[in-house]
């Protein structure tokens, strides 16, 4: 069993910046980023494989950045000019030796 823990997340304000964390207690291959809101189809936000590749969905190409630190099993989503329509729920899956996990998932709200 592998063990997905994000962190980072909360209220922020249009503009502003956020990073979240997501940990796995297993080296990880692919990382995949998505997000839900209420109402609204889950959305893969980006991904990133073991050579550092990255894609990026049309709605945060430019403002989010993937990043990845093998030696800690942890990746990163940095999020950048943060707009009302990001608020989601933001959820870290992780491919461990062909399986995918799941991350608890964390909150991302933003408003003026």
């Known amino acids: 069993q592998v063990r997905v823990v994000q962190s980072g997340g909360g209220l922020v304000q249009p503009g502003d910046s956020l990073r979240l964390s997501c940990v796995a207690s297993?080296?990880?291959?692919?990382v995949r980023w998505y997000r839900q809101d209420p109402g609204r189809p889950r959305e893969l936000v980006g991904s990133?494989?073991?050579?550092?590749?990255?894609v990026y969905a049309d709605s945060v190409k430019g403002r989010f950045t993937i990043s990845r630190d093998d030696a800690k099993n942890t990746a990163y989503l940095q999020m950048n000019s943060l707009k009302p329509e990001d608020t989601a729920v933001y959820l870290c899956n992780v491919v461990v030796g062909g399986l995918n996990y799941w991350g608890q998932g964390t909150q991302v709200t933003v408003s003026s």
């Open positions: 297993r080296s990880m291959y692919t």
């Open positions: 990133i494989v073991i050579n550092g590749d990255t």
